[in-house]
């Protein structure tokens, strides 16, 4: 991680609907925030492709699951249910790893 | 597949020349897979699908996963589609899947394109689209590395689009000409229907075809057909062989210009015919197609050139030594002369701008000087397509056509050209060197004219500043038209003539 730690983390998943795979996701995202993410103000926006579709368009997202790290700069998108243990998530997030 | 017994509708795609090919259109509320190979114009075709479409009334999706949104309106352009103008309309949408730039992209875990597909349906909504394409499949494959999981997406996606009704045209690409219909097993989800565009070399000249491979339940024409990709136009299909014969024929004779001609075609050629004027370099072939066009601006009648051998001045002065001013031809809006080298240009495009012309000038007459020029650039099977799609095309205007065409030796002979159109031409007039007791004259016979009788004489032609001249027969000399000149003495000809009875039984008509 380069510079000073972020205070504040915006992380955007785009999903279709309440899928199983949509479901995986949003409970890893939250359970990243809670515990590997819990020193930092991290603001986690779900957003439903099937509803809000011209926010998908905005993006150009594919395909769902989709992650994009809008905060801190630069942007990082990650396709996929995000079944990784949370270390290589945060490292494509390019977010720091405290560990527990 | 439970079958449709019902007939298939079509949906006219408006792109010119391809709807005739296909039986009127495409399937309506399918999806047809377009396949070719780099540089087969898949992405003017999808585009066009959809600009004809807005030329036509109907809103269109364009869903790029290949070139962005901007690089597209650009390029198509030049078409003369101005999509920016039909987005801020709400006639076409763009959904832009082409790769991000700013974004990496990073796959963990499993996914679909779900959201790809709310896009898509979402667009189709706000435009009201009834038209969709897809362009091209081979770069989402690229990106997205499971090949199987994009593949069900896809079919997933199809099968929306049908349920939605949309006609939809999905681009892929195949690596080889002939082989695969399309590279990732596309295939296997889009089966229905299948057009292959390919551009291929032959003799070092391209050519572009697009085939119909199946649709399914339906008629189409079969093999593959020449197409032209042109400046504010796209893609123009040629037919060719499913022209139907089914121009009018008509009765009405028109004067050669000259009135011995006229009478040894048994009175002129007909007005919508098509005649083949053939000679050797210097026999009299442009003298005759200027002749023919003088002779229709004097009756008030359009001639149109296109001269493929020699330059406007060179013709005007030609014209002018046998009497006829082309110059106050033009001023009166009789004559138009369109020259350009053959060389420029493929047949293809030559073969369309030839239309368009005759399509803006109207004429009643069009002479091309000469077709042998046109050969050159050209395969012989281009040739020959050529030359079906613009005497169909002249026959279809009604219209009379002059073409000449020039035999490679001096003496006898048939070219190359001759081999291939005279069937298709209605009327074949032969100009020879005849070699008469060591001087070279011109011979001139009618060989073939189409539901009429006919001279079937050898006949002198002779050329001064008034312009031809037609004079007696040759009747003590033979094989003119081999080039192998023999003189018969004249008791000969008597003894011949007693046998056969010429004279009692002239000018019976030709099946």
Redesign the interface.
């Known amino acids: 991680m380069n510079g000073p730690a972020p205070s504040k983390i915006v992380l955007h998943l ?1 999903v ?2 309440r ?1 199983p ?1 949509a479901e ?2 949003i409970a890893t995202l939250r359970r990243l925030c809670e515990r590997e993410l819990a020193r930092y103000e991290c603001d986690l926006v779900i957003i439903d ?2 509803a809000d ?2 926010q ?2 905005a993006r ?7 992650l ?1 790290k809008e905060f801190p700069e ?11 243990p949370p270390e ?2 945060l490292a ?1 997030l390019n977010l720091p790893y405290d560990g527990l | 597949m439970a079958t449709d017994v019902s007939v298939i509708e079509r949906l006219p795609t408006g792109i010119p020349g391809f709807d005739h090919i296909a039986n009127g259109g495409l399937p309506r509320g399918r999806t047809t897979l377009v396949s070719g190979t780099a540089g087969s114009a898949k992405t003017v075709f999808a585009s066009q699908f959809l600009a004809a479409g807005v030329q036509l009334g109907e809103a269109g999706v364009f869903v790029t996963f290949e070139e962005s949104p901007a690089a597209l309106r650009r390029n198509m352009l030049g078409f003369g589609w101005n999509i920016a103008e039909w987005e801020e309309q709400g006639r076409w949408a763009f959904v832009d899947a082409s790769p991000q730039a700013d974004d990496e992209l990073m796959i963990m875990g499993a996914y679909d394109l779900s959201a790809l597909l709310a896009r898509i349906e979402h667009a189709v909504r706000r435009v009201g689209a009834t038209r969709v394409s897809m362009d091209s499949l081979g770069a989402i494959f690229n990106r997205l590395a499971d090949t199987r999981v994009v593949r069900n997406e896809l079919f997933r996606i199809v099968t929306s689009l049908k349920s939605m009704g949309l006609t939809a045209v999905i681009t892929a690409e195949r690596t080889h000409e002939y082989g695969d219909i399309g590279r990732y097993g596309v295939e296997e989800f889009v089966t229905d229907d299948v057009v292959i565009l390919r551009n291929l070399l032959e003799e070092e000249k391209r050519r572009r075809t697009v085939e119909i491979l199946k649709f399914r339940g339906t008629s189409h024409q079969k093999g593959g057909f020449p197409f032209t990709v042109i400046p504010g136009q796209g893609i123009v299909v040629i037919p060719l062989s499913a022209i139907e014969l089914k121009q009018r024929s008509s009765n009405v004779r028109i004067s050669s210009g000259s009135p011995e001609l006229d009478r040894m075609c048994g009175g002129g050629f007909f007005r919508d015919s098509i005649i083949l004027v053939s000679g050797a370099t210097g026999t009299g072939k442009t003298l005759m197609s200027t002749t023919f066009m003088a002779s229709g601006a004097l009756r008030g009648e359009r001639s149109l050139l296109f001269a493929f051998e020699e330059s406007r001045d060179q013709l005007a002065r030609n014209a002018i030594g046998w009497g006829v001013d082309f110059e106050q031809m033009e001023q009166d809006g009789l004559l138009r002369v369109v020259c350009n080298y053959p060389e420029v240009t493929g047949l293809e495009d030559q073969l369309i701008s030839i239309q368009d012309e005759i399509l803006r000038f109207r004429p009643q007459r069009v002479a091309i000087d000469s077709l042998s020029a046109l050969e050159r650039v050209s395969t012989i099977k281009g040739f020959r397509e050529f030359v079906i799609g613009l005497t169909s095309f002249i026959k279809h205007q009604e219209m009379a056509g002059l073409y000449t065409s020039t035999t490679p030796t001096l003496l006898g002979g048939t070219s190359i050209t001759e081999a291939h159109i005279s069937t298709i031409t209605d009327s074949i007039i032969l100009l020879r060197y005849v070699e008469l007791f060591g001087e070279m004259r011109r011979g001139l016979t009618v060989l073939k004219m189409r539901g009429s009788a006919h001279d079937k004489d050898i006949r002198e032609f002779s050329i001064d500043g008034t312009g031809m001249h037609i004079g007696r027969p040759f009747r003590n000399i033979s094989g003119i038209l081999s080039g192998q000149f023999t003189h018969v003495a004249p008791s000969e000809i008597e003894r011949l003539s007693a046998l056969f009875r010429d004279e009692d039984n002239p000018l019976l008509p030709e099946g």
């Open positions: 785009y279709a609907g899928s795979r995986r996701a492709v099937l579709p011209q998908a368009e150009k997202i594919l395909a769902t699951p989709t994009i630069p942007p990082r998108r990650i396709i996929g249910d995000l079944g990784v290589e998530l494509a």
